[in-house]
T-cell receptor, first 113, second 111 residues
Framework: DVKVTQSSRYLVKRTGEKVFLECVQD?????MFWYRQDPGLGLRLIYF???????EKGDIPEGYSVSREKKERFSLILESASTNQTSMYLC????????????FGPGTRLTVT | QKEVEQDPGPLSVPEGAIVSLNCTYS??????FMWYRQYSRKGPELLMY????GNKEDGRFTAQVDKSSKYISLFIRDSQPSDSATYLC???????????FGSGTRLLVRP
């Protein structure tokens, strides 16, 4: 059974803190994604990685960075958290050429106060 | 204008009803069309996938694509309370790495 796990289900951080969100997949997938999901806005792509140490900006990369040192692990970093980064963060992975079938993790609900 | 438009709902129906969920889109280059289902406090999961125009059926679910109208639909027959979830449409251009998602329609099926 395929699995994408995220390090935390709920997280509360203060403005200005550095925040790490981790995602691990056990399917040997090449591609991994970070989205944020907000009411009325749907899923918006933050960053994408198609290989170890490779990354591409998505639609809303400002205020975020990512790291992919190992194939199975993709981290999202908020360098200095702000209240407008309060959101649900979803990680996903796909095999090469299978963008249609993205496997999602359960999400991390981040609140920045 | 968003690339993909989807009514947020909520859509509330009695058990056993036929449900119709829809999305419109503006980019005629989209070739692949998906429906994801997302239960509360879970990540989305792929429900149906269609390439180009036409219908695809899977049990109680039928996905329909009309590329001439830039309109896609998901029909649920004999709806069950367990179908209560948010349904997101998604689209993809072959040559791109990313899916474009609709904002989701929340469906409530009343027992």
């Amino acid at each position: 059974d395929v699995k994408v796990t995220q390090s935390s289900r709920y997280l509360v951080k203060r403005t200005g803190e550095k925040v790490f969100l981790e995602c691990v997949q056990d399917m040997d997938h090449e591609n991994m994604f970070w989205y944020r999901q907000d009411p009325g806005l749907g899923l918006r792509l933050i960053y994408f990685s198609y290989d170890v140490k490779m990354k591409e900006k998505g639609d809303i990369p400002e205020g975020y960075s990512v790291s992919r040192e190992k194939k199975e692990r993709f981290s999202l970093i908020l360098e200095s958290a702000s209240t407008n980064q309060t959101s649900m963060y979803l990680c996903a992975s796909t095999d090469v050429g299978a963008q249609d079938e993205q496997y999602f993790g359960p999400g991390t609900r981040l609140t920045v106060t | 204008q968003k690339e993909v438009e989807q009514d947020p709902g909520p859509l509330s129906v009695p058990e056993g009803a036929i449900v119709s969920l829809n999305c419109t889109y503006s980019n005629s280059a989209f070739q692949y069309f998906m429906w994801y289902r997302q239960y509360s406090r879970k990540g989305p999961e792929l429900l149906m996938y269609t390439y180009s125009s036409g219908n695809k059926e899977d049990g109680r679910f039928t996905a329909q694509v009309d590329k001439s109208s830039k309109y896609i639909s998901l029909f649920i027959r004999d709806s069950q309370p367990s179908d209560s979830a948010t349904y997101l449409c998604a689209m993809w251009v072959d040559s791109s790495y990313k899916l474009i998602f609709g904002s989701g329609t929340r469906l409530l099926v009343r027992p």
